[in-house]
């Protein structure tokens, strides 16, 4: 009996083990807010449309903080459909995955930019 209790309770340990390692082990996939970006505004004016690749150029480069300056003035476009608005929250799920990597990049600055975009989809009330 007592050999049997110690072999369930190895069997549950590795298990455990197991389990957590599988968990552990789970990547967390890199956001890349490029393509959608593209899409949504392919219909765009042309200064947007100039301003999303200027906003793509960077994020591909990793400049985080110029990509968010050069998406602030497509910000200020009145009705963004709601395919803009899921790539803009996209872009700063990206730029706040680099800030939480390297919190150096965080400034005032760019806390207001990260701000005007959550409010840009998400609106005034949250």
Known sequence: MHIMKAISVNAILLISIVAITLVG????EKVDATKPLEQ???TATPEVKQSIQAVNANLK???VM???KQLDPVLNTPNLT???KQAVALTLKQV???????PALDS??????RKKMFFKVYGQGH
């Open 25 to 28: 082990c789970k990547k967390e």
């Open 40 to 42: 949504s505004f392919a």
């Open 61 to 63: 480069s990793g400049n």
């Open 66 to 68: 110029e990509a968010a």
């Open 82 to 84: 709601e395919q803009q």
């Open 96 to 102: 706040n995955d680099a800030i939480a990597a390297n």
């Open 108 to 113: 005032k600055e760019m806390y207001e930019l």
